[in-house]
């Protein structure tokens, strides 16, 4: 009798691979409950700002050791150009590569840290959500690091940055200093989708499989957690 455990088919994984970051729905988060209520105590406001603006310096960090570290030439052009983009350079075909500081994602998480006065705040973990990731990496588990950092966090912001930025600018933000949340809802929807192709086109057997879709929920709790959570749901789906 052959016991072992058929791989899933693409179809199956991609939506087992959602349905574990959707379990974390960022409705539910107590950041986009505060500000959707316009009612988010400044000090939270903050202390958002700041570990958002740590986490996005990491994040560049965390595409470029995947970048190093990636298993094929393939998979290591996409994060290159995942890695471009954070950095706010692109490829112009008159000038060849252009690179603009002031457009990198921190840069643009920068201007949500001063328009939330929080430049001299030493508050926020520098580690925000990507701890985890981060560790897998080091760990030389780097498919898991992908479907945790890229498609449990990234894919999630491309898919609430929106709502946050509409949020935000009713709570009588700027746009401009709201560049970092409508920047991810266009560029990471695009990273996300890539990330997504990447875990499927290489976890070919069904331990990776699983390992990657527990990866990418994680990914997905942690950053449900680092936006203020929600103890409710967090009880429901531990349940």
Same mark, same amino acid.
């Given at each position: ?38 009612? $988010?105590?400044?000090?939270? =406001? ?13 994040? $560049?960090?965390?595409?470029? #050791? =995947? ?13 290159? #150009? ?14 060849? @590569? ?13 201007? &949500?840290?001063?328009? $939330? ?17 981060? *560790? =897998? ?29 509409? *949020? @935000?600018?009713?709570?009588? &933000?700027?746009?401009?200093?709201? *560049? ?43 950053? &449900? ?15």
């Amino acid at each position: 009798m052959n016991s072992t455990i058929e791989p899933l088919d693409r179809e199956e994984l991609e939506r087992r691979l959602r349905a574990a970051i959707d379990a974390w729905p960022y409705g539910a988060t107590r950041f986009y409950r505060l500000i959707a209520s316009g009612r $988010c105590p400044a000090s939270f =406001m903050r202390r958002y700002a700041r570990s958002t603006y740590l986490s996005a310096k990491l994040f $560049c960090a965390s595409i470029a #050791e =995947m970048v190093e570290t990636a298993p094929d030439p393939e998979a290591r052009l996409i994060l290159l #150009e995942n890695l471009l983009e954070e950095e706010g350079a692109v490829l112009r075909r008159d000038r060849g @590569l252009v690179v603009r500081p002031d457009q990198s994602h921190p840069a643009l998480a920068l201007r &949500f840290v001063k328009a $939330c006065d929080a430049e001299g705040d030493e508050g926020g973990d520098p580690l925000h959500a990507t701890g985890e990731g981060r *560790a =897998m990496l080091a760990a030389g588990r780097w498919l898991e690091a992908v479907a945790y950092l890229l498609v449990g966090q990234e894919l999630r912001f491309a898919e609430t940055s929106g709502a946050f930025f509409r *949020a @935000l600018r009713d709570n009588g &933000f700027a746009e401009r200093d709201l *560049a970092f949340f409508a920047v991810h809802e266009t560029a990471d929807a695009a990273h996300g989708r890539q990330a997504l192709d990447l875990v499927i086109d290489r976890a070919v057997t069904r331990g990776q499989q699983d390992a990657a879709i527990a990866a990418a929920g994680a990914g997905a709790r942690a950053w &449900f957690e680092a936006h203020g959570g929600g103890a409710r749901l967090a009880e429901s789906v531990a349940a």
